[in-house]
Nanobody, 115 residues
Framework: QVQLVESGGGLVQAGGSLRLSCEAS????????MGWYRQAPGKQRDFVAF???????NYADSVKGRFTISRDIAKNTVYLQMNSLKPEDTAVYYC?????????WGQGTQVTVSS
């Protein structure tokens, strides 16, 4: 079972940038999909972005053009570059991996965007 550890969250002003990292405990080359989700207080956990083992990416409409998901297979790490941040991006961001029937979540990292 892979383990995921997120990092890179913090407090940033609106318009600023952050890069989140999700480091896996083993190689990610054969993980079908790795993605980012976020959960704001009192709300459900929502999809943000994913990247497949073939390199295909997809984004929620709310982050298209501002966020970029990427991966470094040699470092077992998936990144989420977040630019032009808005207060509504404030949430706990979670990393998720899907391999066959196995789903793993990280513990989350807090992102707070001040206006």
């Amino acid at each position: 079972q892979v383990q995921l550890v997120e990092s890179g969250g913090g407090l940033v002003q609106a318009g600023g940038s952050l890069r989140l990292s999700c480091e896996a405990s083993r190689s990610i080359f054969d993980i079908n999909v790795m993605g980012w989700y976020r959960q704001a207080p009192g709300k459900q956990r929502d999809f943000v972005a994913f990247i497949t083992s073939g390199g295909t990416t997809n984004y929620a409409d709310s982050v298209k053009g501002r966020f970029t998901i990427s991966r470094d297979i040699a470092k077992n790490t998936v990144y989420l570059q977040m630019n032009s941040l808005k207060p509504e991006d404030t949430a706990v961001y979670y990393c998720k991996s899907v391999k066959t029937n196995s789903v793993t979540w990280g513990q989350g990292t807090q992102v707070t965007v001040s206006s």
